[in-house]
């Protein structure tokens, strides 16, 4: 079992910037590949950035490339989103997510840990 909770989500106006972390406790963080996902409202939950056990690889949704960096700190457990120029679009509530895969995965049902989610609001 794995327990994530995400935090530093919050309002931000275009063009801003937000770092959402993620902590995990629970069974040994490096085991496992981690991923950044997002939900808006009446839609369905997408995913947006992997990162591989020991952040040696990472890999974006198009959308994000080049705005958005995945990174993970295993000695602290934690998992992070530095998001960069956003956009009223990535508004979401946005989850961490634990995969046992070891290749990268943009399934949800691949995930077999989730947290909270954190809300992000971009306003115009």
């Known amino acids: 079992q794995v327990q994530l909770v995400e935090s530093g989500g919050g309002l931000v106006q275009a063009g801003g910037s937000l770092r959402l972390s993620c902590a995990a406790s629970?069974?040994?963080?490096?085991?496992?590949?981690m991923g950044w996902f997002r939900q808006a409202p009446g839609k369905e939950r997408i995913f947006v950035a992997h990162?591989?056990?020991?952040?040696?690889?990472?890999y974006y949704t198009d959308s994000v490339k080049g705005r958005f960096t995945i990174s993970r700190d295993n000695a602290k457990n934690t998992l992070y989103l530095q998001m960069n120029s956003l956009k009223p679009e990535d508004t979401a509530v946005y989850y961490c997510?634990?995969?046992?895969?070891?290749?990268?995965?943009?399934?949800?049902?691949?995930?077999?840990?989730w947290g909270q989610g954190t809300q992000v609001t971009v306003s115009s």
């Open positions: 997510a634990a995969s046992r895969e070891v290749a990268v995965t943009t399934v949800p049902r691949e995930y077999a840990y």
């Open positions: 629970g069974r040994t963080f490096s085991n496992y590949a």
């Open positions: 990162i591989s056990r020991l952040g040696s690889s990472t």
